[in-house]
T-cell receptor
Framework: DSGVTQTPKHLITATGQRVTLRCSPR?????VYWYQQSLDQGLQFLIQYYNGEERAKGNILERFSAQQFPDLHSELNLSSLELGDSALYFC?????????????FGPGTRLTVT | AQSVSQHNHHVILSEAASLELGCNYS??????LFWYVQYPGQHLQLLLKYFSGDPLVKGIKGFEAEFIKSKFSFNLRKPSVQWSDTAEYFCAVNAPWGNQGGKLIFGQGTELSVKP
């Protein structure tokens, strides 16, 4: 157990819908990262938040957005879902400050879009 | 574009065989390097990391990796694998400059199957 929690574990929804994935970081970690894992694209970085502010952005689609709340949990919102959005979405957390530290990954949310 | 390349997609070994998984990256500056393992149905777990110092890094479960800056490589090794090492292994690089933050760029992964 890494200390990072994600809910829900599984999500099945239809095309065009909107979903929200939730992540709680390890105690003391200020950074939260979101990654997408799919068979064709592998593990792709989406976005990083540090203490409530966006710090780095990857190839995140405009239909996707994220935020980190004052209690440091984070949510990833996926809208206008397409079949190709089906993937495993991981959250990771790291570091008590702005330095670079190893990231600890949560169990993931498996999203299936039908 | 920045990238990480893992040479082997699928490696099959017998128990007690030695393991070496290749990883090369395409960044020219300072990097932080990681190997993660993903057991079937589980999340990514950190095996080892390199930030600076001794280029030979020891991790958990008997794994080690060597950073060779001139070759842009960070290969993972284990002298004797066990059936329980069956998993997918990911090399990852962080380039801690500019607006990169802490983002990790992952290789494609290497699936390791160990026969008992």
């Amino acid at each position: 157990d890494s200390g990072v929690t994600q809910t829900p574990k599984h999500l099945i929804t239809a095309t065009g819908q909107r979903v929200t994935l939730r992540c709680s970081p390890r105690s003391g970690d200020l950074s939260v990262y979101w990654y997408q894992q799919s068979l064709d694209q592998g593990l792709q970085f989406l976005i990083q938040y540090y203490n409530g502010e966006e710090r780095a952005k990857g190839n995140i689609l405009e239909r996707f957005s994220a935020q980190q709340f004052p209690d440091l949990h984070s949510e990833l919102n996926l809208s206008s879902l397409e079949l190709g959005d089906s993937a495993l979405y991981f959250c990771a957390s790291s570091g008590p400050d702005r330095g670079i530290y190893e990231q600890y990954f949560g169990p993931g949310t498996r999203l299936t879009v039908t | 574009a920045q990238s990480v390349s893992q040479h082997n997609h699928h490696v099959i070994l017998s128990e007690a065989a030695s393991l070496e998984l290749g990883c090369n990256y395409s960044y020219g500056g300072t990097v932080n390097l990681f190997w993660y393992v993903q057991y079937p149905g589980q999340h990514l777990q950190l095996l080892l990391k390199y930030f600076s110092g001794d280029p030979l890094v020891k991790g958990i479960k008997g794994f080690e990796a060597e950073f060779i800056k001139s070759k842009f490589s960070f290969n993972l090794r284990k002298p004797s694998v066990q059936w329980s090492d069956t998993a997918e292994y990911f090399c990852a690089v962080n380039a801690p400059w500019g607006n990169q933050g802490g983002k990790l760029i992952f290789g494609q992964g290497t699936e390791l199957s160990v026969k008992p």
